[in-house]
């Protein structure tokens, strides 16, 4: 689902069925091991952390990944819709 947040982006966010695809493809997990990607913008992605357990939204480039620190957006993700 593609929706414009409350920053302007255009985020498509992702459904149950594509989670683990998404995460697979990006091997976001080999990288990252505490972070689920949820959604994306082009090459920014946007990410829950599991282990935090908090509703707490991060974005990065999907490039930098690994090397770049996530950067907290929101508080939740009802406060980027």
């Not at 972070?35 to 707490?56: H, S, T």
């Amino acid at each position: 689902m593609e929706r414009e947040s409350a920053r302007g982006d255009w985020v498509c966010w992702y459904g149950h069925a594509l989670l683990e695809e998404r995460n697979v493809t990006y091997g976001i997990q080999s990288v990252a091991s505490t972070l689920l990607l949820i959604g994306q913008d082009g090459d920014l992605g946007y990410f829950i952390d599991m282990v935090e357990g908090a509703d707490a939204i991060y974005s990065v480039d999907l490039g930098a990944l690994g090397s770049d620190e996530p950067e907290k957006v929101a508080n939740s993700i009802s406060e980027l819709l």
